[in-house]
């Protein structure tokens, strides 16, 4: 007996498994981070890196007091002590012969640090010369550095007063010379190295004082040690050991390492045998070069990681020479700390001595000293092992690199990693490793960047190696993501000119070629300069190149950034535009009109946009013509678009495509309004009784837009109408004010609030057809059609795309008003010319190129409009001339200098958003791949919850009593009307929808959560909300009847987290006319994420939502509407008023007809199921005849015909139980069998004690339980059910 029942488990966990399975496989809608992202440009880093200023070192004074052969007064030395001086032995010649070699000596050793400074020596001076000195040098340093070197060792010690000693002219007596004094003679920026005693702590307060006239904030200084301590005196040191330290560091950490390590040295190694270390300094492969190269890489690195950031920038990055002599500074220390000297210094620095990095070098020096003697030996021939030092090192930071970054400190080998980069050796890794950690986000290369990576990369960029080329443009790429204005170094030392070769190199990878196009893309940004450059190198031929290569039809990203790049390199600059031109790029870009991807679309608007807004100073017929062209291409996007980004692009495309021609818009505008107060007097009473006027005073009306003989769209003869009809002001859809509004702001609510979205409706609603345009005008359609999708995405549902949109509109409608007004107060007049052609901006000049047809079908007409020649420099709202004019001006030529308001420019951050992707992590390291797996094992967790849940109500509906079916779990009252509800399958939630909202109930506690504002105009009402992605992050999308669809996120579950707009578009253009509406009808398809529209419209639309856009039409040939649908086997049936009822086969991409219709009934529609697990379909209608039908044989009768006792208002099945509701009208909701059969109901009755059973509006069984859900016309809400509460 085990075994059958193990065999059972074992089925049973197998059907679970691959539950589980479909389920994880199911594909989610609307994920992408276009959907959740904000759409703004990023925050961009603080410029601390870059030095405001870069201050050089350009004049050196050498002060020696030394007094060769006299010792000061104060200074008691030892016999012996330490003599040497820039290591000569001052006795060994003669004091003045001596003191000359020293200071020559000591200019060489500075003139390696810097070697284009100007040196002064001043040996044993008095206060004049030194003052003298101090003057000229600054005189000819101008605002740059002086340095002022002091060496004392031959006078007393500094006093208390802050005053260092010099001589007079005869030698007889030491001078004081005040530090104030000297600080002023060599101010402003300065600093001093002084080889002796600082002044002092009150004299360094007086330093600082507020009341001196130089800045001590500019003064850098450097001391040998503090004024308590005496330098050493150990004979086997120089006498200046700090000078050494800071003119010779290699020499003297030597020196100072075998005194250090005499006894553990390796054989043979002696003081004399270190003079002899072949090579040279500035030579890295040499053994000598290489240590130097070692040594500034750890005190580079030292300083980075113990100075605040700021203090490193200005001590380490602003002057080479100072970087140099405080990375000398470091070393000075260690050594002097040794001998109980604390070297000291102004800006003062922490302890370093003692820094972790000091074994390294230690380590770099032994391993060197160590090959000397074989180096050294000429027989042996030894040659040099390089330090493993920086392969040691680029193995620490890769460590770091796999270890992650949490709660970690960053890197301190970042600065060797940028010193590694000059080697060709190692220079391969360092660039692989140094990407992988600008890959880790924006502080990563904001650090980089902080330490110096800047000129290493940008001097690598002349390097012509291929195996350099993705490396450097991944760099680059994340660099100018983080920080845009290196866009100017890259102009200025070619850089645009390898990015451009890599764009080019078939070698690279589509990713890194789309991280070249994106470099790119920000050089030209804004730089007039970067344009510039990149034109002369053929950017426009190359990039369009990119767009029929092979490699980039799987790389959506770098057509779209190819096509960003595109449309920067011309905004507002038309040599390139006209370049554009000739290689036909306009036509290569409306091929991503099409391109699945959202965010390739946008991007090939943007560009066309730019494209068009750009005009020369002359507008000409060719430009006209090519943006025109644009327009009419870009224009019916709006009808199949659902994706917000693109539809944000088209708006502020076509607004661009407004300022080139302003005034044609607002004489199209103009028609519109006055055609919208014809229709609105005609409708009224008065209009009805008002006379018709004769031909004497009627007027033909018509505008003249364009000059091109190319034709874009028909044209009719205006109707006969008085014109002083239309003198009507128009303040209640105009705007006062203006303003630059962008994607994420908000246009003044004061000055929109009169443009309704009725009022925009009624406008949008306006045939073409009725709107006369003279018969030569070629572009008058055109911008009549463009016109028409302002006034459509200004009452677009997304409030970002109608933001936009309505600024647009309000801006024409300023121009609209300001043309009214002045028709008030000046009398009509029409003269017979001739229509000129319109030009881009009418404040430019109008070309003289009129085609000969540009006057056909008899005299053109005009609207004559009156306006006084005002003075350019008249503001727009000022009083005009006391007098009027009588000079009249065709709608099409008004002078901008009369009504031109200030510009309502509208732009988007979808550019700086899409940029923002490459300043994120691309490669995934092992942190990432941890949380991403914590994060599907806890969506499987609770998807198996759920497939458990549905298992258990499974086996419980296997003996489900029926008989209960009408007990009441939850009654209350919704707030309004109920138009439509649905259960979540998986928790407890009731989402209620009404006219302008959705309530979202928890039915089991009886409890409200919260209510959900649908946004929808109030004239508009909701007629359907549906549950997508429910197996997983719900959404909730809500239909309305103006054709409208909201998809809302964060409405499910126990998300404390307030509702936000996914995504939202007008599904449903076309309404049938019709005396009952049937609203917006839609259907979700999980396995395809498409979603079905249809309602007041004669065809059905699929929406794609991966590509969010309208995936094809399918033509129900009915003249009535949807009412119902449903999705089932491959089909789509959709019930009509009519009583028809058509299926669509879904699984043909090209099909766009109903595969069948049959006659089903006589009235509307109501409902139409694919029962499950079978062939057959439910059809139901008002009358209340239920039918059953075979959808494979469907030219026969119907299987089974079902009537409810009375006319049903709704019904509804159970889509697991065999289970019918029917809402019927008489008050009462019954239930059956699909055979039939009176399962029970729930009625009216009066008494007491009865139930007052509203007429239903809506019902709805729960996906999974067997409740029932019905909101009444009285806005009662009441779950029915037999099931017992607590399923989930």
């Not at 000569?88 to 003139?111: F, H, M, R, V």
């Not at 300083?303 to 602003?318: C, H, M, T, V």
């Not at 609203?1079 to 979603?1091: A, S, Y």
């Not at 129900?1116 to 089932?1128: H, I, K, P, W």
Request: proline letters at 6%; aromatic letters at 8%.
């Amino acid at each position: 007996m085990a075994g059958p029942d193990a065999d059972e488990g074992k089925h049973e966990e197998n059907k679970l498994d691959e539950e589980m399975k479909h389920l994880m496989q199911l594909p989610l809608a609307y994920t992408e981070k276009r959907h959740h992202d904000k759409i703004a440009k990023p925050q961009t880093v603080s410029q601390a890196w870059r030095m405001k200023e870069r201050m050089k070192t350009v004049s050196v004074a050498l002060v020696l007091c030394l007094n060769v052969g006299v010792d000061p007064p104060d200074v008691v030395k030892t016999t012996p002590c330490a003599r040497k001086e820039c290591w000569i032995d001052p006795l060994s010649n003669s004091p003045q012969k001596a003191l000359e070699n020293i200071g020559n000596t000591l200019q060489k050793q500075y003139e390696r640090w810097q070697p284009r400074a100007r040196y002064k020596q001043s040996l044993d001076p008095t206060v004049e010369d030194v003052k003298r000195l101090c003057t000229s040098l600054r005189r000819n340093a101008k605002e740059e550095r002086v340095l002022f070197h002091y060496n004392g060792h031959g006078v007393p010690k500094p006093t208390a007063n802050g005053e260092i000693w010099v001589f007079n002219k005869t030698y007889t007596q030491y001078i004081p010379l005040s530090i104030f004094d000297l600080q002023t003679w060599i101010s402003p920026p300065h600093y001093r190295h002084s080889h002796g005693l600082l002044p002092p702590p009150p004299q360094v307060n007086v330093l600082h004082s507020p009341t001196n006239t130089c800045n001590a904030k500019n003064c850098i200084q450097l001391a040998a040690c503090s004024s308590n301590q005496l330098l050493p005196m150990n004979p086997e040191l120089p006498a200046d050991l700090f000078t050494s330290c800071l003119s010779t560091p290699i020499k003297t950490a030597l020196q100072w390492f075998c005194h250090q390590r005499q006894g553990t040295l390796s054989p043979g190694i002696t003081l004399d045998l270190i003079e002899k270390i072949p090579g040279r300094l500035n030579d890295r492969r040499t053994p000598l070069g290489e240590l130097n190269w070692v040594f500034t890489a750890i005190t580079d690195t030292i300083a980075w990681n113990i100075l605040p950031r700021e203090l490193f920038q200005k001590l380490f990055r602003q002057d080479l020479l100072v970087a140099s002599l405080f990375r000398n500074f470091l070393l000075a220390e260690r050594i002097m700390r040794s001998y109980r000297c604390t070297p000291v210094s102004d800006p003062p620095l922490p302890p370093t001595f003692r820094h972790p990095m000091w074994g390294a070098w230690d380590h770099a020096v032994d391993v060197c000293l160590s090959q000397l003697p074989q180096m050294l030996n000429e027989e042996t021939k030894y040659v040099f092992k390089n330090s493993p030092f920086f392969a040691e090192q680029l193995t620490a930071f890769q460590v770091w690199l796999m270890l992650g970054i949490e709660n970690r400190q960053p890197p301190e080998q970042l600065p060797i990693v940028l010193q590694v980069l000059l080697s060709q050796v190692h220079r391969l890794r360092a660039l692989d490793l140094l990407g992988r950690f600008l890959d880790l986000g924006p502080w990563a290369v904001s650090l980089a960047l902080s330490v110096g990576i800047f000129p290493y990369v940008l001097k690598l960029l002349q390097s012509l190696a291929k195996e350099l080329r993705p490396l450097l443009v991944f760099i680059w790429a994340k660099i100018l993501a983080v920080d845009s204005t290196c866009q100017s170094d890259l102009v200025k030392d070619g850089g645009h000119q390898y990015f451009l070769r890599a764009l080019q190199d078939p070698m690279m990878s589509a990713s890194h070629r789309t991280m070249a196009a994106f470099v790119l893309a920000e050089i030209v940004n804004h730089n007039r300069a970067g344009q510039e450059v990149c034109l002369q190198r053929n950017i426009v031929s190359i990039s369009l190149d990119q767009l029929d290569n092979d490699i980039i039809v799987s790389t959506p990203r770098l057509k779209q950034w190819v096509a960003i790049c595109l449309g920067r390199i011309w905004t507002n600059y038309d040599d390139a535009r006209w370049r554009g031109v000739l290689d036909q790029a306009h036509v290569k870009l409306y091929e991503l009109l099409d391109h699945p991807h959202p965010e390739v679309r946008a991007s090939a608007i943007y560009s066309l946009g730019t494209f068009v807004d750009n005009q020369p100073e002359y507008g000409s017929d060719h430009a006209a013509h090519i943006n025109q062209a644009v327009g009419a291409t870009l224009a019916p996007l709006v009808k199949r678009e659902a994706s917000v980004l693109v539809r944000c692009e088209l708006a502020t495309a076509l607004q661009r495509l407004v300022s080139c021609y302003d005034s044609s818009f607002a004489a199209i505008a103009f028609r519109f309004v006055e055609e919208e107060k014809d229709l609105d007097a005609q409708s009224t009473p008065s209009g009805k009784n008002k006379p018709r006027l004769s031909s004497s005073s009627q007027r033909i009306r018509s505008v003249d837009y364009g000059n091109s003989p190319a034709n874009f769209g028909s044209t009719k003869q205006g109707r006969n109408i008085k014109y002083s009809a239309a003198v009507a002001t128009f303040y209640d859809i105009t705007i006062a004010g203006s303003g630059d509004t962008s994607f994420n702001e908000s246009t003044n609510q004061k000055e929109e609030q009169n443009l309704t979205v009725e009022r925009l409706n009624r406008l949008r609603r306006i045939s073409l057809s009725s709107l006369p345009f003279s018969s030569g005008s070629s572009y008058s359609s055109v911008n009549a059609h463009i016109w028409k999708v302002l006034l459509w995405l200004a009452t677009d549902p997304h409030p970002l795309v109608a933001r936009l949109a309505t600024t647009v509109v309000a801006g024409v409608m300023d121009r609209v008003d300001l043309m009214t007004r002045e028709q008030h107060s000046r009398y009509l007049q029409t003269p017979d010319v001739s229509s000129a052609p319109n030009s881009p901006r009418s404040r430019r000049k109008y070309s003289e190129n009129v085609p000969d047809n540009s006057a056909v079908v008899g005299s053109p007409s005009m609207i004559p409009i009156q306006l006084p020649p005002y003075p350019t420099i008249r503001k727009v709202f000022d009083k005009g001339p006391d007098q009027p004019t009588r000079e009249i001006f065709r709608a099409g030529e008004i002078p901008s200098t009369m009504i031109t308001l200030q510009d309502r420019s509208i732009s988007t951050e979808f550019c700086g958003w899409s940029s923002h992707a490459f300043a994120q992590p691309c490669n995934k390291e092992n942190n990432e791949e941890v949380l991403e797996e914590e994060e599907r094992e806890k969506r499987r967790r609770k998807l198996e919850k759920k497939v458990k849940i549905k298992k258990r109500i499974e086996i419980a509906h296997s003996n489900f009593d029926t008989s209960r079916l009408g007990d009441q779990q939850f009654f209350n009252k919704n707030h309004r009307k109920a138009v439509d509800l649905t259960f979540h399958p998986y928790n407890n939630d009731l989402f209620v929808a009404d006219a302008h909202g959705v309530s979202v109930w928890s039915w089991e506690k009886g409890q409200r959560k919260f209510y959900l504002h649908n946004t929808n105009p109030p004239q508009t009402t909701i007629s359907s909300v549906q549950l997508i992605n429910q197996h997983d992050k719900g959404l909730l999308v809500v239909a309305s009847d103006d054709g409208c669809v909201r998809i809302w996120q964060n409405c499910c579950g126990e998300s404390i987290i307030e509702p936000t707009l996914v995504s939202a578009w007008k599904a449903m253009s076309d309404n049938i006319p019709s005396s009952r509406r049937a609203g917006l009808v839609t259907q979700w398809d999980q396995h395809t994420l498409h979603i079905y529209t249809g309602g007041d419209s004669r065809n059905i639309q699929v929406w794609d939502t991966i590509t969010e856009r309208k995936e094809k039409e399918l033509q129900t040939g009915a003249d009535s509407s949807v009412t119902c649908m449903t999705l089932g086997h491959g089909l789509l049936t959709a019930g009509f008023g009519d009583g028809t009822v058509r299926l669509f086969d879904t699984r043909g991409r090209q099909s766009g007809f109903s595969t069948h219709a049959i006659h089903s009934h006589d009235t509307w529609v109501i409902s139409t199921t694919f029962l499950p697990s079978t062939n057959m379909l439910l059809t139901a209608s008002e009358e209340g005849d239920i039918k059953l039908w075979d959808f494979r044989m469907l030219t026969s009768d119907p299987l089974r015909i079902m009537r409810n006792t009375s006319a049903v208002r709704h019904l509804d099945v159970h889509p697991n139980l065999s289970i019918i509701a029917c809402g019927s009208a008489d008050h009462s909701i019954n239930f059956m069998n699909l055979d039939g059969v009176d399962l029970g109901s729930v009625k009216y009755y009066e008494g007491f004690l009865g139930q007052r059973l509203g007429l239903a509006s809506c019902m709805r069984f729960h996906p999974l339980l067997a409740n029932l859900a019905v909101g009444t016309a009285d806005s009662y809400l009441t779950v029915y059910s037999g099931e017992v509460k607590g399923q989930f």
